[in-house]
């Protein structure tokens, strides 16, 4: 049982029991936000996909989707640390990556104004959730509800710790010393760099502006009074906490390309010449607290809250016509060195990054991304083997092998991120069942690309004189490849999309190809019958175009991959309709 210790009783040993419990408090609080934070990323995990793939170059949607991606998360340093992957693996450009950084910034006050809540007097209420939440999620049988119970729960810890970081600072509303000492604390320099050097600590800007917000609710004012007042002596400390808060992004441009770097540097120059700004203007208004926000708001903590919230929507106005121009500035502090990032002539992965991985909705969707481009990537590769056959070009066979070899290590770097996925605690249902597919998916295609391999060595028969084809073969070859490509395109785009009515006109093309095969096989017997073909061909003949039919089987294969796990597109067909 927690106790609180009377302001009149307080020795060395009952603070340093009352800071242990504030910051066992704070440690709840922390967790509460990372079980509501991974429970609702598992909830949006379509919508938040879908968020980002509307990124374009309206302003406002940048800033609305960082913003809400942000509330979701409830970390604008999550978010950030997102935006440095995609604009790391190319995905995102400069300018829509600064938009959705501005965003993020409001959407993280979200967590102050439930700070803040903890003045209200239904806070004794509201921490039932907890066990509420608990109680339901223990009986739910459906993964979504039990999701959605520990969201609650979350929430309701959140306010459970609320309550113990306020009863920690009780005893300490009435202790004049406890009371002179913050009072002391009053040069803005010192105030704002601890803004800023307990979030680093903490790693949380929500962290230190929630204690603010607990002290400020239990009476105890940083930096005393201004004219009978209350100073902004706590302004100060959340002005640096939103510098402070830039240090995971900067930590996140390790192994980062230099727009990726860049993206850190625009968020660190934001938050930045936002304090500064209204780090001047406090200076010049010292009686800003008291002049607004007290008159305007009753209780202390939502005056901190709201004034979080204004700073950040404030300087996203200001600042938001002039993004072009944090980009050039970004890029004048860290210049291209072309010398440094040289191709090495490895074949790379393009749109996935270790910083997706936290998120696995998103690190899904850029890993279909790679498979797509490693499906085309395949099917170049068919298209070389195919005309070298035409052609009786043996040169093709080491391009073919080449590209063969480049797509075998981008498949082992694939599958490896993908393991590091699915090893993430926060992996959905969803994310699961589509990673599953994914893998089945990425066979198929390695399955198409030996098929190409086999199409060489035909071609090196006929080069060595071994077998020879009329004019029509090379005809017919050309029909039925051209039946193949076209599959490919609405197969991968089935399965890309889990569409259904796709999966039908796949169907329906491999039957059409199944039938062109049986068709040039009678054909290919009517030439031997009457002498056009050596019969030494036949053998080669009905493997070429057995393999052909076999590439469109692997490539239906990856069509009908969207049904082995059909309760993970329940939300996409539900959100699709």
Known sequence: MINVISASSLQIGDIIFQVVQLLAGLGAFLIGVQIMSDSMTNLANVGMKKMFQRIGNNKFVGVGIGAASTAIIQSSSVTTVMVVGFVNAGVMTLQQATTIIMGANIGTTITAQIAALQSFDFMQYVIILTFVGFFAMSIAKSEKWKTFWNLIAGLGLIFLALEVMSMAVEPFKESQQIKDLLASINNPFLLLLAGVLLTCLLQSSSAVTTIVIVMASGGLIIGGTVDGGVS????????GSNIGT????????????????????IHLLFNLLGSVIFFVFLMLWPTFMQDTLNKWFVE??????????????????????FTHLFVKLATLILPDKKAKES???????????????????IAVHQAKKEVREMGDIIMQTCDEAVL?????DTSKEAIVAQRLQEVGVLNQRLVQYLVSVSANVKTSTHSEGTISNLYYVMGDVLRVGDLSHNITKYTQKVANGEVTFSETVYVEVQKLYSKVRELYSVAMDCFLDKDFELLKVVESMEEEIDGIRRDLVNRHIERLNKGECNPASNGVFINLIGNLERMADHLTFIAESITK??????ATATANN
């Open 232 to 239: 902004n002596g706590a302004l100060f400390v959340i002005l």
């Open 388 to 392: 070298g056959f035409v052609k009786t």
């Open 246 to 265: 830039c240090i995971t992004a900067i930590l996140a441009m390790t192994n980062a390309n230099t727009n990726a770097k860049r993206s850190a540097i």
């Open 565 to 570: 796990h059909p309760d993970t597109y329940t």
């Open 343 to 361: 191709a090495t002539g490895a074949p790379t992965l393009k749109y996935v990054d270790d910083r997706f991985v936290a998120t696995p909705s």
């Open 300 to 321: 202390a903590g939502t005056q901190i809250a709201m004034f979080h919230t204004f700073f950040n929507v404030t300087c996203t106005l200001v600042f938001l016509p």
